[in-house]
């Protein structure tokens, strides 16, 4: 079974600071996806980033990038520029192959931009 | 389209009673998602449909728990004789046969937050 750790339950980051999000996780899978969800306070959950496994160059989406170390099992999400409306739960999911079905998800760090 | 939609927002009921909640996803997205999630955590698979087919379900679904899709559109889940621990947040999400190009990943509706008393 996978399981996805995010061992930062809070952060904190000044307006227009860069913050950076770790997690790891642990699987015996070769191929397989990486995914950022945002739930800010109104609690609908949104996809931020998305990483294959079998690309060796990092996502990027807008302020949005993630460093990914298949070898290593991480995959930190950096969010630059920090805006307000960052302000939010992010969750760290795994899954096992593209559309596979189900994901598994990292118990979230909240995030707080403060002004 | 407006996302995926679920109803109720917020459901209050008496432990003992059943419960249904109902799910529609985006139209053209033929797979939909059933997870929960507590306060502190992150949401926990429950099962999920492509079409009208169940193709997972979590063992940690008891016998209490039931969804349906019977036509590959919108999606029931039911919880009967409900207890204080089922208190959660369900969330639904739907997502494309295919995660590839701009639409990619799940869609998620707001939730359904159920309360046994």
């Known amino acids: 079974a996978q399981t996805v750790t995010q061992s930062q339950p809070e952060m904190s980051v000044q307006e227009a600071e860069t913050v950076t999000l770790s997690c790891t996780y642990d699987?015996?899978?070769?191929?397989?996806?990486l995914f950022w969800y945002k739930q800010p306070p109104s609690r609908q959950m949104i996809l931020v980033i998305r990483q294959e496994a079998y690309k060796q160059q990092n996502a990027t989406e807008n302020r949005f990038s993630v460093n990914f170390q298949k070898a290593a099992k991480s995959f930190s999400l950096k969010i630059s520029d920090s805006q307000l409306g960052d302000t939010a739960m992010y969750f760290c999911?795994?899954?096992?192959?593209?559309?596979?079905?189900?994901?598994?998800f990292g118990d979230g760090t909240t995030l707080t931009v403060k002004p | 389209d407006t996302g995926v939609s679920q109803d109720p927002r917020h459901k209050i009921t008496k432990r003992g009673q059943n419960v249904t909640f109902r799910c529609d996803p985006i139209s053209e997205h033929n797979r939909l998602y059933w997870y929960r999630q507590t306060l502190g955590q992150g949401p926990e698979f429950l099962t999920y449909?492509?079409?009208?087919?169940?193709?997972?379900k979590s063992r940690l679904l008891s016998d209490r728990f039931s969804a349906e899709r019977p036509k590959g559109s919108f999606s029931t889940l039911e919880i009967q004789r409900t207890e204080q621990g089922d208190s959660a947040m369900y969330l639904c999400?739907?997502?494309?046969?295919?995660?590839?190009?701009?639409?990619?990943?799940?869609?998620f509706g707001s939730g359904t937050r159920l309360t046994v008393v």
């Open positions: 999400a739907s997502s494309p046969n295919n995660l590839q190009g701009t639409n990619y990943g799940y869609t």
């Open positions: 449909f492509q079409n009208e087919a169940q193709l997972e």
């Open positions: 699987t015996s899978e070769n191929n397989y996806y």
């Open positions: 999911a795994f899954m096992k192959q593209m559309g596979a079905g189900k994901s598994t």
